[in-house]
């Protein structure tokens, strides 16, 4: 399956962002979907995921109560809604894909979009 994420940007800290995740080439309703993120020298890192009928999400502390995971299998797509943006938000947002399961760890996921940039300022 490819993916392609977008809807990156500059926010102010405290302002909000809404990444996109389009999927093509499979059958997305099989996939768990996933965002991870990747801040300049740091690992890459989860940020939260979606089962394959969006009955069940998970999310990473640090993001907890701020973003909102959601999937339309209809559209083939995953969003991301980013509210009251931390700088420690910044990063490059990663869309990734696993058949039946969602994983926390970056090395068992399967598919990987290009990355969107997010600059969070002060």
């Known amino acids: 399956v490819q993916l392609q994420a977008s809807g990156g940007g500059m926010v102010q800290a405290g302002g909000s962002l809404r ?3 389009v999927a093509s ?4 309703r099989e996939y768990g979907m996933h965002w991870f993120r990747q801040a ?4 890459r890192e989860f940020v939260a995921s979606i089962n394959w009928i969006g009955s069940s999400t998970d999310y990473a ?3 907890k109560g701020r973003f909102s995971i959601s999937r339309n299998n209809a559209k083939n797509t995953m969003d991301l809604e980013m509210n009251n943006l931390k700088i420690e938000d ?14 926390r760890n970056p090395e068992e996921l399967t598919f990987w979009g290009q990355g969107t ?3 969070v300022s002060s």
């Open 40 to 43: 300049p020298g740091k690992e």
């Open 61 to 63: 502390e640090s993001v």
């Open 117 to 119: 940039e997010v600059t």
């Open 25 to 28: 080439g499979g059958p997305f």
């Open 90 to 103: 910044t990063a490059v947002y990663y869309c990734a894909a696993r058949r039946y399961y969602t994983r």
């Open 19 to 21: 990444l996109s995740c």
